[in-house]
């Protein structure tokens, strides 16, 4: 679409709804893909007891995966709306975020929301969704520094700072900056 501001709040809730329903989707599809490689699974979903059958053990890791996802959603909701977003409007880019996809109310995404807080906490959201959903279940069970050593979440954050880091160079050098810092 080339114009969105002008829809329907249910066609604007309805887009974010099946993006956010797809990106659990692929959770659990993977789950289910992944459990075929008995050790590996194990590994990472850490079964809590050794008496469970891999059914058991995916459908429990399914659940988990749809809690921490709807927990994540919720919270970015709450932020947002707290943060003084409409509520329409902080519920589709708290779904969009955590689902990692990306859709806005807005023509202009991001750049039409007036607050750099907001931008930023939007951001924070997709960063945390993109985080592997195993490793909150780790944090809940054995506290934040047993995923201090995670070569995914490393990555993810090394790349998220490299990235960040070239954009902001980049749009520096294009002149973008300026603009930026007027808008913001």
């Known amino acids: 679409l080339t114009a969105v501001e002008n829809r329907s709040a249910s066609f604007l809730f ?6 956010w329903y797809g990106g659990l989707g692929i959770v659990v599809l993977s789950v289910a893909l992944m459990f075929g490689y008995d050790v590996t699974a194990r590994q990472l979903v850490e079964t809590p007891t050794t008496t469970e059958n891999l059914d058991t053990a995916t459908r429990l890791h399914a659940r988990r995966s749809f809690a921490t996802y709807a927990v994540l959603t919720l919270l970015a909701v709450v932020v947002l709306w707290g943060m003084g977003l409409p509520l329409l409007t902080a519920v589709t880019h708290a779904m969009s975020a955590v689902s990692t996809g990306g859709f806005s109310t807005f023509d202009t995404s991001l750049a039409a929301v ?4 907001l931008r930023f906490a939007v951001m924070v959201f997709a960063f945390l969704g993109a985080v592997a959903l195993p490793l909150y279940y780790r944090v809940y069970r054995q506290g934040w520094r047993s995923i201090m050593g995670d070569e995914e979440l490393r990555t993810l954050v090394l790349a998220t700072l490299i990235v960040s880091l070239l954009l902001a160079f980049f749009m520096h050098q294009a002149g973008g900056g300026n ?3 007027v808008a913001g």
């Open 14 to 19: 309805a887009r974010v709804w099946m993006q």
């Open 114 to 117: 007036p607050e750099w807080p």
């Open 179 to 181: 603009r930026m810092a």
